[in-house]
């Protein structure tokens, strides 16, 4: 199962037991990437950790 990169248009395969929510990495442009969906196969930018403050 292939989805295209969202930032550099690339092919990405996904693994086979892969799951919504699972982080893949694009192998052209090193962008984290996060499943949102299987059927049809989509991916997103994966969000950035961020610290949490306590503000």
Request: glycine share 6%.
């Amino acid at each position: 199962m292939n989805v295209k990169c969202v930032v550099c248009e690339a092919d990405v395969s996904l693994p086979e037991n892969c799951c919504e929510g699972e982080l893949v990495v694009c192998q052209d442009c090193g962008t984290e990437l996060e499943v949102v969906s299987l059927e049809p196969p989509a991916v997103e930018e994966a969000p950035q950790v961020q610290e949490d403050w306590g503000e």
